[in-house]
C-alpha cells in the first residue's frame, strides 16, 4: 500500500495514510479523470466499502479528498448510516483526521492558513472554497483551464461538455453566464473551470 501511496501523496503523509486504510472491508481505487467530481465514498451489497480518487490530482488535493473520503467511512462506521453525508459527524471526524496532517512538513506554507481556515468548519467540497481551491490550482499541471471569476467580462469560453457561454455580471458569489447556443442564463460558481475561447470589449 506505502508504494502505491507514494506517487499520489506527500512522502510524509504515506505511513499515516496507510495506518486510516488497514482495513480489509475498505477499498481504494485510483480512477481517470471525472470532470464532476474529485472522489467519492460508497458502501458496496456485499459489505464492503469503497473508496474511489482521480489519478489527475496533485498531491496535495488527492490527500485532502483522500481524507475526506476516509472521514465517510469513518463516520459511517462509528455513527451508522442514517446521518446526513455531510452532516456534523462527518466534519468532525474530517477534522479528526486531517488534524495531523496541517503540518509544514506535509503542505507548503501558503497552504497552511488557508487550510487552517478551512477546517474550522469544511464544507462538502474544497472548490466551494475559492481561495484554497486557487491556491490549490497553483500546483496542478499546466492545462488551458483557467476559473470564471479570472474570465475577463463579456468573454467567451467553453466547458468541459463542449457547450458555450458568455461571461456576465456578478451576482453576490456567481456569475451571470449567456449559453451561446440557447441564449439562456446560467449561474456559475468562481471558481468554475472552463477553457477561454475570445475575449470581447464592450
Not at 479528498?65 to 474530517?94: D, Q, V
Request: glycine content about 4%; some cysteine; overall charge positive.
Amino acid at each position: 500500500m506505502q508504494e502505491a501511496l507514494q506517487k499520489y501523496i506527500p512522502i510524509h503523509a504515506v505511513s499515516r495514510v496507510s495506518e486510516l486504510l488497514s482495513h480489509d472491508n475498505l477499498v481504494v481505487k485510483v480512477k481517470s479523470e471525472r470532470k464532476t467530481r474529485h472522489g467519492d465514498y460508497k458502501r458496496m451489497p456485499n459489505g464492503k466499502h469503497q473508496i474511489t480518487i482521480n489519478a489527475n490530482l496533485n498531491t496535495y488535493r488527492f490527500l485532502i479528498t483522500l481524507i475526506h473520503e476516509i472521514a465517510h467511512f469513518e463516520a459511517y462506521n462509528k455513527f451508522g448510516k442514517s446521518i446526513k453525508p455531510h452532516g456534523i459527524e462527518w466534519k468532525r471526524t474530517f477534522q479528526h483526521l486531517m488534524l495531523p496532517f496541517l503540518n509544514p512538513d506535509i503542505f507548503p506554507l501558503d497552504l497552511l492558513p488557508l487550510l487552517a481556515k478551512h477546517f474550522k468548519n469544511p464544507r462538502a467540497s474544497s472548490d466551494t472554497d475559492v481561495p484554497l481551491a486557487y491556491a490549490l490550482k497553483q500546483f496542478d499541471a499546466p492545462n488551458n483551464k483557467t476559473y470564471i471569476f479570472e474570465v475577463p467580462l463579456h468573454s467567451v469560453f467553453k466547458m468541459y461538455n463542449g457547450r458555450t457561454f458568455k461571461k456576465g455580471n456578478k451576482r453576490r458569489i456567481r456569475y451571470e453566464c449567456t449559453e451561446i447556443k440557447t441564449g439562456r442564463v446560467y449561474l456559475f460558481n468562481s471558481n468554475a473551470e472552463v477553457e477561454l475561447l475570445n475575449t470581447y470589449n464592450e
